[in-house]
């Protein structure tokens, strides 16, 4: 149980692409789904909350109009990299919580390379 | 600032032996806490979470938790060479509706 599918795993663009990222929790449903970043050899930082039906908390730091979040429905959030830049390559990862007391699972991640 | 410590490593251990993990967190405030495995170009995978001080046991894997130092750790028994990755603490200031602030990692090693 608790599984969190992303989609593409991969993505290799030119700058100034935008790039959207999938997060399905597939066999619960997820109130809030929260995205990290994680740069090499660094840790995992959150980037913003979705919440179902409602805007995106961003955490400070975070362009939100760079990062465009829409969480429709309580399986689905994505996360739209708009007009990307090299600066922006990193492994993105979602994750989604099946209650307020319950951990996070993660889905596999999305690399994003930026040419 | 929240801030969650870990010694980054390599932390080697001969394969059977009792690998020993620990993290600190900065915030008193912090209700549950989690660790994770991580291997190289994946995404984390949950191992243990505790929420109460005290021991927590699941298979090879025990977890403790000590809110008055602000101190958690992570024990893998009779590791395995498979054990080698990087585990990650994480914590939350309530559960699964708050974001998770994680510590760099301490990348383990178990020596066949």
């Known amino acids: 149980g608790a599984v969190v599918s992303q989609h593409p795993s991969r993505v290799i663009c030119k700058s100034g692409t935008s790039v959207k990222i999938e997060c399905r929790s597939l066999?619960?449903?997820?109130?809030?789904m929260f995205w990290y970043r994680q740069f090499p050899k660094k840790s995992l930082m959150l980037m913003a909350t979705?919440?179902?039906?409602?805007?995106?908390?961003?955490e400070q730091g975070v362009e939100k109009d760079k990062f465009l979040i829409n969480h429709a429905s309580l399986t689905l959030s994505t996360l739209t990299v708009t007009s990307a830049h090299p600066e922006d390559s990193s492994f993105y990862i979602c994750?989604?919580?099946?209650?307020?007391?319950?951990?996070?699972?993660f889905g596999d991640g999305t690399r994003l390379s930026i040419l | 600032q929240k801030e969650v410590e870990q010694n980054s490593g390599p932390l080697s251990v001969p394969e059977g032996a009792i690998a020993s993990l620990n993290c600190t967190y900065s915030d008193r405030g912090s209700q549950s806490f989690f660790w994770y495995r991580q291997y190289s170009g994946k995404s984390p995978e949950l191992i243990m979470f505790?929420?109460?001080?005290g021991d927590k046991e699941d298979g090879r894997f025990t977890a403790q938790l000590n809110k008055a130092s602000q101190y958690v750790s992570l024990l893998i028994r009779d590791s395995q060479p498979s054990d080698s990755a990087t585990y990650l603490c994480?914590?939350?200031?309530?559960?699964?509706?708050?974001?998770?602030?994680f510590g760099k990692g301490t990348h383990l090693i178990i020596q066949p």
């Open positions: 979705s919440n179902e039906g409602s805007k995106a908390t961003y």
């Open positions: 066999d619960f449903q997820a109130t809030t």
């Open positions: 505790i929420y109460s001080n």
């Open positions: 994750s989604a919580s099946t209650g307020a007391d319950q951990p996070q699972h």
């Open positions: 994480a914590v939350n200031s309530g559960g699964g509706a708050d974001g998770l602030t």
